[in-house]
Structures are given as structure tokens and as C-alpha cells.
């Protein structure tokens, strides 16, 4: 083999190395209204390819500092997403919130730990973190292709009872604890300033909603929800932004679909097993990952509705 | 020497790390079984392999390795003269292989079971039936599946430790059959905690909570009686068959490994 080729191969392999780790490190962000900037995640399932980093994650800015909602999929997305901060601010991070417990939102904390910075998440959520974290630790290693230690996971040091008003400078976030809907540990942002809602997962558009908390409870969230007086939305899995609230019109229509079904399969006294097989299946088409999350949505609300009617 | 000897060193640890490579990724490996189980709860009695006496149906793939759907379908009738006197599940590669036995009667009228159960990796689940002439039959299935035992808890847990011990029949129907097998589902609400729920944080383990024995009867006469440990989901959930002669009181009562005991009955018209 001639040498020149292999150093021509050499050098083009630099270049895409290069270029891989320039796209790792450049977090592509969208400003959906002023001050707000947006990361929109892919409707994959977590793997070692995409290491996790699925989920919409952000920040917003106001006049004495910024808050990162949602800190990544992945320490390494963690990282870019500070970097990323600094490119469009000069102001320091003051606040991380977590808005629940899953991986995808809540893997890059580690890189934002520092004096100054408070972690806020839901009441429950360092419970949840705390009963999860062992059983994440070996699902990332398995699935996702890296190591976590428990430092990774950084509990809230600020808990919001029911709500709380975060100050950014000429700027209040206001956010909610849910009760039990797509975790039991769900809270939502809005920015009153550009009547934005920051949804996270208990909106999800495209991506099947996936249930972890609960079906009926999750339904009384989105009513409550949509009596928020926000134009805007951010979706945890889905587009950037969206109209509100318009955006939550598919995934009422599927988790209430959801609920009747089951409800009915529960009624004729079919099995967990038999409605797996045909409960929501017409829904099908309306969703990306169905296949992946609608079985496992059916059991979940199947085992909690069987308690329903008393 | 040398020279000769360092590569047949080399081809010997790298076949002794190849073997044990392929041993440890074969999933339907079935070491833990022949290895240990088997002996554990069967001795040296011989079992019959194959569907005709009991089948076990399983997902292959589980979509929630903590609420895997397990169905076991006894193939002969429940008759006085010959019956399946007790079902053993055994989920190999579990922390507790041992996930449940049932007793059966001949009033229990066909031997199916159906429970949801947690399997923590990849492994073969199997059900032995024991003849009431003593012989031994099993039907296995194999399940991908991993974490159901250290999976977090419930997401609602504090919904599910206020309906603790609530307990509820469900039967097909408002009225049962008399002389027929009957479907019957006995739901009962308890975490079944399994002690292997890790708190990373605080470095506690949830202490194990579960149901360790559940006995059904139809007017005193018993219909099921089953020993069950941590492979049974949160909220034990079976369904079953008895045999009504007449109106009558279905039972059930609920023993768990912390001594709290339950009672459910429900009245059967026909």
C-alpha cells in the first residue's frame, strides 16, 4: 500500500473524528421565544448510540441569571449543554430543575454541581431518585454504554411542595408539582413573561406518551394544565415548541382512548394479557415508537384500573 | 522454548476466556436448574419434559419485567381418581428462584393458574406439576426480561400502602355454574415489597414485604392453596377455577411474611 494514500486515509479519518466531536460538543439550541432556549431530542429509544440524549432539554435566561430545565440525557450531554449556556450568556447558572426523575432528563446534573447552584424537583423526586438510581446505574451501563456513580444523580436541594416562583431577574418562573401522571413526581415551568408552559414529559407530541405514574391522574393533570394561561409550549418529547393548548389534543385523545379501552377489556373480564394485544392498537398510525411503549402502557393501566371501581 | 510455548498459552487462556465468554452470554443456559434447583426442590425424582400433563404460556419478551403475564394450563381433568395436586414455579435466575406452589383439589375442577410475576434477567421460567399418583411433569418457557425485582416500586407507593390488604373476587358472570369449572380472580392489594429495591442514597434496602400465603376454600372446602414469595408482582393477582355444587362462600385468606393476615369472601348464587 502506498504510503501516501494511507496518510491521505489518516488524515480524512482526523478530519471525521474531528467532525464528530465538534457535532458532540455543539449543542444545536433553538430560541422558541425570548430568553428561552430549546434542545429538541430525537423519538429513539435510548441506546448506546444516542446515549441517552433523546429528550427536549433548555434553559432560559433572565436579567441576574439562568435556569437549565432539564440537564440531559448523558453527563457528556450535560457538559455540552453548560458550554452551550455560555456561547448565548455571560450569566451564571443559579437554578437546575429537574422535571422528574427519568434518565433522559436528568443525567447530565452532574456537570452543572457547583456553589450557587440549587437543584429544584418535586417532593418526591429524591425518593424516586433514590429507590431508581441502582437499578439506572446498571441499565446505563447495559443499555446506554456508560458508567454512573451516585454522585450523578444530584437530588433537589430546593423541593416544591405544591408550587414555587423561581426570580431570574425581571423574570419568575412558576412551577408546579403534579400529582401522580406520567411519573409520580412530574413538574411543569411557565414563564409568565413570554406565556410559555415548559411541559417537559407530561406533554408529549409524536413520541407515544409513555405512563409511569398514572393514566387517570395523568388526565386530570392535563386539565389543569390547560387551564394555564400559556400560548406556548415545550413538549419533553416532540418539537421544540408548539401552540397551547392545542399541543395536548393527540395525547388526551390516546391516554383517554387508553383509559375507555381498558376499562372496557377490565369489564368483559378479558385478561392483562389479551388487552396487551389489541388495546389502542388503532391509535397506532398517530404515533412514532408505539410498538416500543403502547403494551406496556396497557399493563401499567390495566393493573391500576383493575382497583378503579371501589 | 519459549518461543513454542507463549502461543499455545495464549490460544489456551484465550479459548479458557472464550468458553467462559459464551457460557456466561448464553441466555437459555440451563446450569442454575440442572446445577442446583432441580435437586433443591425435586431430589432425585424423575420429571417428565413436555405440554401433555401442564403447560406453562409466557411472553418471550416481557414489556415490564415487573408485571410479566405467566398463564399454567393443566391438560388433564381434576378428577378424585387422578388430579395435579401442586404446581411449583420456578424462575431459574432469579434472586429467589422459588416464586410460588399452589395446592389443587379435585374441587378446583382444572388446574389452570394465571398470576403476574417479576423476572429479574434473562431466564427460563417453569412449572412442575406433581399427579396426585406422585409423579412429576414440566413445562418450561423461556423470558427475556431484566430488573423486575430490583425495579423501582410502584410509582404510586403510598396509593398502594393505603389499600394495603384490600382484597376483591371477580368472577365471569353474576351467577356460577354448579358442577363446572367457574373462573374466579382473586385480586389483592399489597406492594410485595421485595427487599431487593435498593434506596442508593441512603444506602437502606426497602425491607422485604410480601405475601407468603394465600388459601382459597368454597364453603370450607379448600380450593387453592398457595406459598408465594418475592417473584409474585405488587398487587397478587390470580385467577383460577372451583367447582360449585351449590350456593356457597368463596374465601380467601391472606397471610404475609410480617404475620398480618386478611380475609376476603364473597357469596356465589347460582
Not at chain 1, 412530574?186 to 414563564?191: A, E, F, I, N, P
Not at chain 2, 476466556?17 to 440442572?34: C, I, M, N, Y
Not at chain 2, 382444572?110 to 413445562?139: C, F, P, Q, W
Amino acid at each position: 500500500m502506498p504510503p501516501r494514500f494511507i496518510r491521505t486515509v489518516g488524515w480524512a479519518l482526523c478530519g471525521l473524528w474531528w467532525g464528530l466531536a465538534a457535532a458532540q460538543s455543539d449543542l444545536e439550541l433553538r430560541e422558541i421565544a425570548p430568553g428561552i432556549f430549546v434542545h429538541q431530542g430525537r423519538h429513539e429509544l435510548p441506546d448506546t448510540h444516542n446515549r441517552g440524549e433523546i429528550a427536549n432539554i433548555g434553559f432560559i435566561v433572565g436579567e441576574r441569571c439562568v435556569a437549565v430545565i432539564d440537564s440531559g440525557g448523558s453527563p457528556e450531554q450535560g457538559r455540552a449543554l453548560k458550554a452551550a449556556i455560555a456561547v448565548h450568556t455571560p450569566l451564571p447558572v443559579c437554578y437546575v430543575i429537574n422535571t422528574h426523575v427519568h434518565p433522559d432528563h436528568i443525567y447530565g446534573n452532574r456537570a452543572f454541581k457547583a456553589p450557587g447552584v440549587s437543584f429544584i424537583g418535586h417532593h418526591k423526586l429524591a425518593q424516586a431518585m433514590a429507590l431508581r438510581a441502582p437499578y439506572y446505574i446498571d441499565k446505563a451501563a447495559r443499555d446506554l454504554g456508560y458508567t454512573l456513580t451516585a454522585e450523578d444523580f444530584v437530588p433537589p436541594d430546593q423541593p416544591v411542595e405544591e408550587s414555587m416562583e423561581l426570580d431570574l431577574g425581571n423574570r419568575t418562573l412558576r412551577l408546579t408539582a403534579h400529582g401522580p401522571a406520567h411519573t409520580d413526581n412530574d413538574l411543569s415551568v411557565y414563564d409568565a413573561k413570554t406565556a410559555t408552559l415548559w411541559a417537559a414529559d407530561l406533554l408529549f407530541m409524536g413520541h407515544l406518551p409513555v405512563v409511569d405514574g398514572s393514566l387517570t391522574g395523568w388526565l386530570k393533570e392535563i386539565d389543569r394544565l390547560k387551564a394555564v394561561p400559556a400560548r406556548l409550549a415545550i413538549p419533553g418529547h416532540g418539537p421544540a415548541v408548539a401552540d397551547w393548548p392545542q399541543a395536548a389534543a393527540a395525547e388526551e385523545r390516546y391516554l383517554n382512548g387508553l383509559a375507555t379501552e381498558v376499562r372496557a377489556a377490565i369489564r368483559q373480564h378479558r385478561t392483562m394479557e389479551q388487552a396487551m394485544e389489541t388495546v389502542g392498537t388503532s391509535m397506532r398510525d398517530e404515533w412514532r415508537l408505539f410498538d416500543e411503549f403502547n403494551k406496556r402502557n396497557v399493563s401499567t393501566a390495566f393493573a391500576a384500573l383493575e382497583w378503579e371501581d371501589d | 522454548m519459549q518461543t513454542g510455548i507463549l502461543p499455545r498459552i495464549w490460544l489456551l487462556v484465550t479459548g479458557i476466556a472464550l468458553s467462559t465468554l459464551v457460557q456466561a452470554t448464553d441466555p437459555q443456559d440451563e446450569g442454575a436448574w440442572t446445577g442446583a434447583l432441580r435437586a433443591q426442590y425435586f431430589g432425585d425424582r424423575p420429571i417428565e419434559e413436555g405440554n401433555g400433563v401442564i403447560e406453562l404460556t409466557a411472553p418471550y419478551r416481557a414489556e415490564d419485567p415487573a408485571l410479566v403475564p405467566i398463564q399454567i394450563t393443566g391438560k388433564i381433568p381434576q378428577t378424585a381418581e387422578k388430579y395435579i395436586r401442586r404446581i411449583t414455579l420456578i424462575i431459574d435466575n432469579n434472586p429467589v428462584p422459588f416464586a410460588a406452589s399452589f395446592d389443587l383439589t379435585p374441587a378446583s375442577g382444572k388446574a389452570d393458574l394465571a398470576m403476574r410475576v417479576r423476572v429479574n434477567s434473562y431466564t427460563h421460567v417453569r412449572a412442575i406439576a406433581e399427579t396426585s399418583d406422585g409423579k412429576l411433569y414440566m413445562s418450561k418457557a423461556f423470558v427475556k426480561a431484566s430488573g423486575g425485582c430490583s425495579a423501582p416500586l410502584g410509582a404510586d407507593l403510598d396509593a398502594a400502602m393505603a389499600r394495603l390488604g384490600k382484597m376483591k373476587f371477580r368472577m365471569d358472570g353474576d351467577k356460577a355454574v354448579l358442577g363446572q369449572p367457574n373462573a374466579v380472580q382473586l385480586l389483592v392489594s399489597h406492594p410485595n415489597i421485595t427487599g431487593l429495591q435498593m434506596d442508593q442514597i441512603s444506602r437502606l434496602i426497602k425491607p422485604a414485604h410480601y405475601v407468603e400465603e394465600v388459601k382459597v376454600s368454597f364453603d370450607g372446602t379448600p380450593v387453592l392453596t398457595a406459598r408465594t414469595d418475592i417473584a409474585i408482582s405488587a398487587d397478587p393477582n390470580f385467577r383460577f377455577y372451583f367447582v360449585p355444587d351449590k350456593a356457597g362462600e368463596l374465601k380467601a385468606e391472606i397471610r404475609d411474611n410480617l404475620g398480618k393476615t386478611f380475609t376476603a369472601s364473597q357469596t356465589v348464587t347460582d
